[in-house]
């Protein structure tokens, strides 16, 4: 098993080396937000799916050795994109111990991936942009899930509006508010590294303006086939009735998405409100947004693979995510629970 993870290593880190030679973008020194938007690309996250969803991850459970090297695909984006950590310098993990996950579960210690921008008005008050790193595993013939989906299309997703980010840090144009971008470990385990974090947050509470949660927004719902031009949204009016009207407005203006709302009713018999990271912060009384597509048949089966995701799709999913954001950081106020 060790020859074996040396040769994956390598394979991976070749593998990440070409990719991110292959992800340039040409952009002009004046840009506006649809500039910055349309450097998100299908393309680009196509290139870092393939192999952020590649059996070299083996499936990325947590605590495992596939996992680690998903984790550390992660943080080597961002120290080539030149996002700082908010930890400290070139420390992009947020520690988690393995018994955290309690006895039951058997993991080894793990880590959420942390990237941070910080506002260049009001910095104390953060967006915190979520997807979770982790998936199923393998299988006992040692079948890789991919979980290109889920939550790899996520994922990826925050990679390529953390770029949009910075290029505008580097026009001179960065957020007025910060954004942590946070990839939490142990979700498909029980939701553990959102918990962690909200139990022990880098930056205060109080100042978190609010969670934008990504799971799973590269495929289409069997029973959206006909209409696939959507996406899910949940939660966004739950808390603040500002966020949803934010969200709704971006799409309207930018990306002309059908918003979809049905899982968003309270009786929901999927309870999907419930089911993934944003949960943890709408605990802590944080508005949030969960974008989703919905689940469909290759949901949690070794089907789940990166050439069944449509990029054209997920890019336009993604640019309504970065919109979303990029108002929330950088308008006059801040956005409040103003439904509690």
Not at 9 to 18: A, D, G, K, M, R
Not at 119 to 147: C, M, Q, R, Y
Not at 174 to 190: A, Q
Not at 255 to 274: A, M, Q, S
Request: net charge negative; aromatic share 12%; proline share 4%.
């Amino acid at each position: 098993m060790k020859y074996l993870f040396v040769t994956l290593l390598t394979v991976f880190t070749v593998s990440y080396n070409s990719a991110q030679n292959s992800i340039t973008t040409t952009v002009p020194e004046t840009m506006s937000v649809v500039d910055y938007s349309n450097t998100i690309t299908a393309e680009d996250l196509k290139t870092h799916l393939y192999i952020y969803a590649g059996d070299a991850m083996r499936g990325r459970m947590t605590g495992t050795k596939g996992q680690k090297l998903a984790a550390e695909y992660l943080r080597n984006f961002y120290q080539n994109q030149g996002i700082a950590s908010p930890i400290e310098e070139n420390n992009y993990y947020q520690s988690i111990p393995s018994d955290y996950f309690g006895k039951s579960k058997n993991r080894g210690d793990s880590e959420n991936v942390v990237a941070y921008i910080e506002g260049s008005e009001k910095p104390n008050e953060l967006i915190i942009l979520s997807a979770h790193l982790d998936h199923v595993g393998t299988d006992k013939d040692g079948n890789v899930f991919n979980g290109a989906d889920d939550d790899g299309s996520g994922t990826v997703a925050l990679l390529e509006i953390a770029e949009a980010f910075q290029q505008a840090v580097k026009n001179g144009n960065g957020p007025k508010r910060s954004i942590l971008f946070l990839h939490v470990t142990g979700e498909e385990i029980g939701l553990f590294g959102s918990r962690y974090y909200t139990e022990n947050p880098l930056f205060p509470l109080e100042n978190t303006v609010c969670n934008l949660n990504t799971d799973m927004i590269g495929r289409i719902d069997p029973n959206k086939t006909e209409s696939p031009n959507y996406i899910y949204l949940i939660g966004s009016d739950k808390l603040s009735q500002e966020l949803h009207d934010v969200s709704e407005e971006m799409n309207k203006t930018y990306t002309k998405l059908e918003l979809d709302y049905t899982f968003n009713d309270e009786d929901d018999p999927n309870r999907f409100y419930y089911r993934s990271d944003h949960y943890n912060f709408v605990k802590k009384n944080i508005p949030v947004i969960f974008y989703f597509n919905g689940t469909h048949e290759d949901y949690h089966k070794i089907s789940d693979t990166p050439d069944k995701i449509e990029y054209e799709l997920m890019e336009t999913r993604a640019r309504l995510i970065f919109h979303t954001a990029w108002e929330i950081a950088n308008r006059e106020g801040r956005i409040t629970a103003d439904k509690l």
